[in-house]
């Protein structure tokens, strides 16, 4: 999925009065969209809640990241292998939370199809994310941050910054949303280009 789609869907999770004040008729539409994700979802909202609070993760941000990733469809497999509702990558955030869990090798594609597990490899995952982004100050740029994080990978988002994550970060917070967001949307071929 793309990162726009994924953008989008945090947003409307997240509530985005911003939007909705300005034009009356897009309110509707956000409803709409907002209602038409959470029934998507309904079936996965007790696996969600229980890693959430497991990862200390936003439960809104699992939302999304499942919503764009997959649609909701425990057997999605993207072209990169990425496999399951939160469309994760065995050798990458699969062998990432494996290693973190102290296990050896990787989660097996039948692991990543079982909604249960593919939701707490994810969230375990986002979570790893939120720690290593921790030195951002931004309360919406960490998020962004997090969430191109996970489709492109950490790494590649810190170096359209610098080479240096520590050099990355301090760059990073010095910048507001808006200009975060240009930067990311502007070097978006430099991250698929390091994704991973």
């Known amino acids: 999925m793309t990162l726009g789609i994924l953008i989008i869907s945090i947003l409307l999770l997240t509530g985005c009065n911003q939007f909705v004040h300005k034009n009356p008729n897009l309110k509707n539409n956000y ?22 609070k497991q990862y200390k993760v936003d439960q809104k941000l699992i939302k999304s990241i499942i919503y764009a990733e997959s649609s909701g469809n425990p057997y999605a497999k993207s072209k990169s292998n990425a496999i399951g509702l939160m469309q994760i990558k065995p050798s990458t955030a699969g062998l990432e939370v494996y290693r973190l ?26 979570s790893f994310l939120q720690k290593k982004l921790i030195g951002i100050k931004n309360k919406d740029i960490m ?51 390091f994704a991973i």
């Open 101 to 126: 869990h102290g296990k050896k090798g990787q989660p097996s594609i039948k692991e990543l199809y079982n909604p249960k597990k593919n939701i707490n490899i994810g969230t375990a995952y986002i």
């Open 31 to 52: 409803l709409l969209k907002k209602n038409s994700i959470e029934h998507t979802l309904k079936n996965w909202n007790d696996i969600i809640q229980v890693a959430a």
């Open 143 to 193: 998020r962004y941050a997090i969430i191109v994080s996970y489709v492109n990978g950490m790494s590649a988002l810190l170096k359209t910054f610098s080479k240096n994550s520590k050099e990355a970060i301090n760059i990073i917070n010095t910048m507001t949303t808006k200009s975060f967001c240009t930067h990311i949307k502007k070097n978006i071929q430099q991250l698929k280009h």
